[in-house]
């Protein structure tokens, strides 16, 4: 056979053995782990409810997702999960037949921030607020910078309903 020939074979074979290279390598979706404090926020993604934090979810990588995690007496923590240019969609230097197949399925992208861990941020208590201003607010995990105005004590009392 000759040497022309026999080279372009090789170079047929090694293009279809290294196409769609980052399809090969981590797939067109990706896995995302959900979590917040407090914990038990519910999870939409693009708007769909998909669970309670901590979870992990496993998304297209081919295009941006919108991330929001709610909890009654929480402000809502929102964010975008953005599609970037992946390593492994490099590994395509060779195909042509790869670089179509990565980014017709996504798989040249990663998404972005991988895990989440937000801390959700409390509203102000509605109607507990005095006159002058004052709220009262139960904390089960105070911010060590608050200072210590007074403790709650148990006390012991009867009802009078029968």
């Given amino acids: 056979m000759p040497r022309k020939t026999l080279s372009l074979i090789l170079i047929t074979i090694i293009t279809f053995f290294f196409s769609g290279c980052a399809t090969v390598m981590h797939g067109s979706r990706q896995g995302v782990f959900l979590t917040c404090e407090p914990r038990v926020a519910a999870v939409y993604i693009d708007g769909k409810y998909?669970?309670?934090?901590?979870m992990g979810a496993v998304l297209s990588r081919g295009k941006n997702h919108h991330l929001k995690m709610e909890l009654p007496g929480y402000k809502p923590f929102e964010t975008e999960l953005t599609r970037k240019l992946d390593g492994w969609a490099f590994g395509n230097?060779?195909?042509v037949v790869g670089i179509a197949l990565d980014a017709y399925n996504g798989s040249m992208y990663r998404l972005s921030p991988?895990?989440?861990?937000?801390e959700?941020?409390?509203?102000?208590?509605?109607?507990?607020?005095?006159?002058?201003?004052l709220s009262i607010k139960i904390i089960l995990h105070p911010d060590p910078q608050w200072e210590k105005i007074g403790q709650l004590q148990?006390?012991?009392?009867?009802s009078s309903v029968p």
Avoid: M, V
Avoid at 114 to 118: F, G, L, N, Q
């Fill in 93 to 95: 230097i060779l195909g």
């Fill in 154 to 158: 148990s006390c012991s009392w009867t």
């Fill in 50 to 54: 998909l669970g309670q934090t901590p």
């Fill in 114 to 118: 991988r895990d989440i861990y937000p």
């Fill in 120 to 133: 959700l941020i409390p509203l102000p208590a509605a109607g507990a607020t005095t006159s002058n201003g």
